[in-house]
């Protein structure tokens, strides 16, 4: 009885797959070389990066006020280094953990980084500080923001 369910099943999973199987074809994508040089992909479709962790900083004893007065400072930040094409992700971690959110920087080395963390007001007052990495990811991420502006019903 055993083996009977067993080619039932087996008969009844790869029998759609025989008979629809001969007409499954995967296309082959198009590769757009002129986007991927706009974009600076390498031959993989790749390119370099810096990730930042932001992590909880050591002096995380402002009231609910300054805190309110950093994260707006924090977030006008962003959205300068983003308009400014340095910025090519940024966003929290909804957890609580020490880890607080990323960024990704649009730049070559972590000194280029370095600087550019360090104009974020919640580093200068030790509300975060900041852990870097060179990074290498899809050449795509260079299309989030302009995607992402034609997004948002309000704004922060």
Partial sequence: ???????TVLFLSVFPLFLFGQNLELQPIEKDTSLARELGADDYGM???VMAFLKAGPNRSQSQEEAMKLQKAHLDNITRMANEGMLVLAGPFL????????????????????????????????RLVMELHPWYGSAA???????????PAKDF
């Fill in 1 to 7: 009885m055993k083996i009977c369910k067993l080619v």
């Fill in 47 to 49: 390119r370099q990066y």
């Fill in 95 to 126: 957890d609580d953990g020490e880890i607080r959110g990323i960024y990704i920087f649009d730049v070559k080395t972590i000194e280029e980084a370095r600087a550019l963390t360090e104009t974020d007001p919640a580093i200068q007052a030790g």
């Fill in 141 to 151: 991420l260079m299309k989030v923001n302009e995607i992402h502006n034609r997004l």
